[in-house]
């Protein structure tokens, strides 16, 4: 079992940045992939970003494309997501999701680890 904790979410303005933590219990952390959705309100979760267990492979959304960072720490168990020159459409609550294999996806059935989220709101 894998347990999973958010932070660093908040309120920026429009072209402000914002880094997500995101903390990982368990010892076989660095044998998962790991990925950032998002759900903004009324709208479904949506894919931001995906990492695989060795951090050599990253793949994002094209709408945060060159504006968010993926990264990730596997001595601390932690995975990151940077995010830079943000939007007021940017505006969900973030979730870090682990999968208990090495091949990132982008779809969400395929996670099998969830954090409870974490608010970001862009003012404009």
């Known amino acids: 079992q894998v347990q999973l904790v958010e932070s660093g979410g908040g309120l920026v303005q429009a072209g402000g940045s914002l880094r997500l933590s995101c903390a990982a219990s368990?010892?076989?952390?660095?044998?998962?992939?790991m990925g950032w959705f998002r759900q903004a309100p009324g709208k479904a979760r949506e894919f931001v970003a995906a990492?695989?267990?060795?951090?050599?492979?990253?793949y994002y959304a094209n709408s945060v494309k060159g504006r968010f960072t993926i990264s990730r720490d596997n001595a601390k168990n932690t995975v990151a997501l940077q995010m830079n020159s943000l939007k007021p459409e940017d505006t969900a609550v973030y979730y870090c999701?682990?999968?208990?294999?090495?091949?990132?996806?982008?779809?969400?059935?395929?996670?099998?680890?969830w954090g409870q989220g974490t608010q970001v709101t862009v003012s404009s």
């Open positions: 990492i695989s267990w060795s951090g050599g492979n990253t």
């Open positions: 368990g010892r076989t952390f660095s044998t998962y992939a």
């Open positions: 999701a682990a999968r208990r294999t090495n091949g990132m996806t982008v779809i969400e059935d395929q996670y099998d680890y």
